[in-house]
């Protein structure tokens, strides 16, 4: 990567510092200490012995202590001059250019353009007296000369009207931005890592650590600086996200010591000095170079390379990079390995808008191609008048008339809320789950949660509490059911587990005093391992004199535990130059590699395989069924020569002499068997997958509720799984699969590869009409390709790694279960709330629509005015999507199985509703219309000419279509057809202001509204007349409560408005890459009218994707990608792009 820094470049950004930095008092510049960096293996170590002695060297140059870390009293000098661990974030968009964006929407430059033309005619005058006469029809109202004036009127209130709907516009997108932006903050603060100063080791936010430091790494985090390492334990980090290779990297302080910022620790743990933080480290060059600076922390920037190396290997995903993964996901679609397809919510609502659309555009054309009709007939063919030249203008002035007519049943039509109403419900429902600890870092993940049909979920931490206590052992050939007297057992036995404990464990593990009186001592680190110091303490004994006594950096050899070892080693070096090895894990898996076991005395005796069966079954079996994870320690000595040869693995981790076998409790969580039974109540199958031994696992399940005995239900093994799904070549079979998964609830000593196969198996089965939505829970680097190929993907966000958080969509920042059905509960709550406004958008749209076009083709005239139309569509969009999609979800939501995949948008109760209550309103509506002039006893409003004064009659008709939509508000706030809608309407307080405001300008626009609004005072008996008809809709929305569903067999068709049999994912790719075809196909014939709404969700979707990924570098670059790369990667998005010009 050495042609990536090249000098002009960086002397040109950081010239001033390279002087300065000797001045800094440090023996050794950026750039030097950047030239260091750009080297690997050998070499790097020559040049640290050739220019600093020794990492010791390096260390004194940098003012530090290999062991004690920094004393932490030059921190800001450490800034200045070698930078912060942080690349600069980049400016969000202005208020200013979000309302730029707003005001490319095309339906709204048509209502401009129209506005303009009919302002900019509105002031021409025919020549000639008799103008009046001669131009017919055309003039008839213009007598007056305060009406011809008045005439810019309606032009001037539309180009205000469209102002404020962009200022909205705006400001939604702006709000969100920020909210977005303080998320991604949240996000960032979330990672810390361990580093040593004034020999304490400390949690440090990552942004706060500096050139100089001493981390401590260890297996799964993400490194977020560059450095050297001092010393290691069988440490393989993943570079794959720098280089592309996808083999793990063995690190050796003599060997290769570079460590990079943005790469994984695999395995293993160890110790580094931290070299380069920021813009300096490998990671910030390439961003510098790609010109990003976003507001990525440093552990953010991971792998844009992925654009310049192709190779880049597929199972790791760049942290906090949604574009990044939507990248590599196209990859993969093209490799035809993923099919995550897009949400299906998303899926549902492009197809419905696209069909609305239609519909509209259709409508509106129509509208204006009778009206333009109807007037050249009556003028030029019935009363036969002459095409005069000087009449042109005002025969223009109508046809524009009639073109905004078109424009705003086009405006009504669409319905561009749909986009609004799914952001805002998807931004509020990620902000209130933060407060139910579930960090949502995809948004879609929140609405895919309320379709879950299947969790797969780990045991330890997320079922059960995550303290370890040991409370029963087998030591010297007796079984204690609780923790022994240290009398009790010989001194020699005591002494080899507590040195085998204390040294044989992570130094990083500790038991600290409790923070509160009379509180559980604090457990930091493996928590497996705290259950074994617990013991160590219990036998009154302590392990921090022998820690002492032995540092970590003088352990001779360290096998660090990983899923395929099952266990963990350590090597000593004794006095005498023989060599003793500590060893521990799994007991099944430590016992099988034990030839001896000490007996009562403390001495070794011979360990037969019958004996070892014996042990299994009197020891093992009987605490595993108590649900307690056995743990086995064991030792071995070696003679000091010949040395053995220890990286032969299978010949050393053999004929260990066995010392105890402990059994660890993990209570289970007390809110957990409550949160198993919503689920189960939900139609949610909660299933068991864990490392653990399989009847401790089955007495957790059982504690936990996950099964109930006398059911028919499997518990297997990991082995015992593959057996049964793998054919004689070892390959997985679908149909075996479907055998096996339906009654599957428990999957013990499992891999992290088993429990991607059960998540694969479960997704790809076609056993259920429906396809199965799982969401997995994971906290290992080795769960990460579980939870990518899951649905929804929860990671730990106290035990979990780095890696895992990364691959996740969701992090429960509590690691509890019980927030997993929280989550569950807001998913179906979006889904309902988008619903909800559907509902009663759909039934303006309908009512609107028809009146409109109906009214333009009786009276010439619609008799809802464009601005009263861009006003209606104002309450209607923006104002009910804040008040139906801020609804708080409620119990009753966990109460109905899974909607499912297949089931319609539109289910045939909201169907019966739209379609009842447009009947209600067309029909009052009508009645207005043609016989309220009779009713009220005032003027008739129809066939009024052109420029004419608003009349009472065409206001009764618009105040009575607003009032009535404001209570078919309420109503829409019950979709399954609930009796009660005001049932809890006060703990939505953003509903009830709406309301209110909205009833409150409606007040305002009629009584002072006056020329613009088209409307004119109305008395307060005509006020309550529209109220009552307002009120009305309630009543009328018990009588369609009572109409029983069965009755209506045709809305079944008309629910499956939006059937989804075409949606990509469950079919192949070829299909996938069909629809979106066909999408564009639709959109391409003229859609102009769906674009409104496409451009806010295109905005939106930056805005996510801002949030999501922190990091344009892909932006940028898929910005100049051709259109056909961004629509594949809308689709993946479930959103169609407009098709770029």
Known sequence: MGDLTNSDYYAKNQGNDVSSNHEGGFGVSVMELRDLMELRGSEAVVKIQEEYGDMDGLCQRLKTSPTE?????????????????????????????????????????????????????????????????????????????????????????????????????AFNDWSKEKQFRGLQSRIEQEQKFQVVRGAQVIQLPVADI????????????????????????????????LTGESDHVKKDADKDPMLLSGTHVMEGSGRMLVTAVGVNSQTGIIFTLLGAGEPVEEEKKKEKVKKQDGAAAMEMQPLKSAEGGEMEEKEKKKANISKKEKSVLQGKLTKLAVQIGKAGLVMSAITVIILVLYFAVDNFVLQKRPWLTECTPIYVQYFVKF??????????????????????????????????????????????????????????????????????????????????????????????????????????????????????????????????????????????????????EKLYKVYTFNSARKSMSTVIKLSDGSFRMYSKGASEIVLKKCTKILNQEGEPRVFRPRDKDEMVK???????????????????????????????????????????????????????????????????????????????????????????????????????????????????????MDKVWPKLRVLARSSPTDKHTLVKGIIDSCLTDQRQVVAVTGDGTNDGPALKKADVGFAMGIAGTDVAKEASDIILTDDNFSSIVKAVMWGRNVYDSISKFLQ???????????????????????????????????????????????????????????????????????????????????????????????????????????????????????????????????????????????DGIFRNPIFCSIVFGTFAIQIVIVQFGGKPFSCTPLDLEKWGWCTFLG???????????????????????????????????????????????????????????????????????????????????????????????????????????????
Not at 74 to 88: A, F
Not at 673 to 701: E, F, K, L, S, W
Request: net charge negative; charged share 20%; proline share 5%.
């Open 618 to 736: 009197k020891v093992i079996e009987p605490m595993a069924c108590d649900g307690l994870r056995t743990i086995c320690v064991a030792y071995r000595d070696f003679p000091g020569d010949p040395e053995p040869l220890w990286d032969n693995e299978n010949d050393i981790l053999n004929e260990l002499t066995a010392v105890c076998v402990v059994g660890i409790e993990d209570p289970v969580r007390p809110e957990v068997p409550d949160a198993i039974i919503r689920c189960q109540r939900a139609g949610i199958t909660v299933r068991m997958v864990t490392g653990d031994n399989i009847n401790t696992a089955r007495a957790i399940a059982i504690k936990c509720g996950i099964i109930h005995p006398g059911e028919d239900f499997l518990c297997i093994d990991g082995k015992e799984f593959n057996r049964r799904i793998r054919n004689e070549k070892g390959e997985v079979e679908q149909e075996r």
């Open 403 to 552: 073109f905004i007519i078109g424009v705003t049943v086009l405006v009504v039509a669409v319905p561009e809320g749909l986009p609004l109403a799914v952001t805002i419900s998807l931004a509020y429902s990620v902000k209130k789950m933060m407060k139910d600890n579930n960090l949502v870092r995809h948004l879609d993940a929140c609405e895919t949660m309320g379709n879950a049909t299947a969790i797969c979920s780990d045991k330890t931490g997320t079922l059960t509490t995550n303290r370890m206590t040991a409370v029963a052992c087998y030591v010297g050939d007796v079984h204690y059911k609780e923790i022994p007297d240290p009398g009790a057992l010989t001194a020699k036995s005591l002494d080899i587990l507590v040195n085998a404990i204390s040294l044989n464990s992570a130094y990083t593990t500790k038991i600290l005093p409790a923070t509160k009186e009379g509180g559980l001592p604090m457990q930091v680190g493996n928590k497996t391992e705290c259950g074994l110091l617990g013991l160590v303490l219990d036998l009154k004994r302590d392990y921090q004199p022998i820690r002492n006594q032995i540092p970590e």
């Open 1031 to 1141: 009120l009305g809709e309630l009543v009328w929305g018990q009588v369609i409560a009572t109409i029983p569903n069965s009755k209506l067999r045709f809305l079944r068709g008309a629910g499956q408005l939006t059937k989804k049999n075409e949606m990509p994912g469950d079919e192949d790719m070829n299909e996938d890459n069909e629809e979106i075809d066909h999408a564009e196909r639709e959109l391409r014939r003229g859609q102009v009218l769906w674009f409104r709404g496409l451009n806010r969700i295109q905005t939106q979707i930056d805005v996510v994707n801002t949030f999501k990924s922190g990091s344009s570098y892909q932006g940028q670059l898929r910005r100049q990608s051709s259109t056909t790369s961004q629509n594949q990667d809308s689709a993946k998005s479930g959103v169609r792009l407009p098709p770029t010009a």
């Open 840 to 982: 009663f958008q759909l039934t303006v749209n309908v009512v609107a629509v028809i009146v409109a076009f109906t009214g333009a083709c009786i009276t010439q005239d619609s008799p809802l005015k464009a601005v009263q139309m861009l006003w209606v569509n104002l309450i209607m969009d923006t104002f009910a999507s804040l008040a139906l999609a801020t609804e708080p979800p409620t119990e009753a939501l966990l109460m109905r199985k899974p909607y499912g995949r297949n089931k319609p948008l539109i289910s045939s109760t909201m169907t019966k509703n739209i379609l009842g209550h447009g009947i209600y309103q067309l029909v009052i509506i009508f009645s207005l219309l043609f016989v309220g002039e009779q009713i009220f006893d005032i003027d008739s409003g129809r066939h009024a000419p052109l420029h004419s004064p608003p009349s009472e009659h065409y206001t009764i008709i618009f105040n009575t279509f607003v009032l009535m939509q404001l209570f078919n508000e309420i109503n829409a706030r019950k979709i399954h057809g609930e009796r009660n809608v005001f």
């Open 69 to 169: 870390g920094l004393t932490g009293d030059d921190l800001d000098k450490r800034k200045e001059v070698y930078g912060e661990n942080l690349i600069p974030p980049k400016k969000p968009k202005t208020f200013l250019q979000l309302v730029w964006e707003a005001l490319q929407d095309v339906t709204l430059i048509i209502l401009e353009v129209a506005a303009l033309i009919s302002l900019g005619l509105s002031f021409y005058q025919p020549p000639g007296g008799d103008s009046g006469e001669s131009c017919g029809t055309a003039a008839a109202g213009a007598e007056d000369e305060g009406e011809a004036e008045a005439g810019w009127i309606e032009g001037a209130a539309i180009l205000l009207s469209v102002v404020c709907v962009v200022l909205v516009t």
């Open 210 to 241: 500096v050139v100089g430091d001493i981390a401590q790494i260890k297996y799964g985090d993400l490194l977020p600086a560059d450095g050297v390492l001092i010393q290691g334990n069988d440490l393989k980090i993943d570079e794959s996200s």
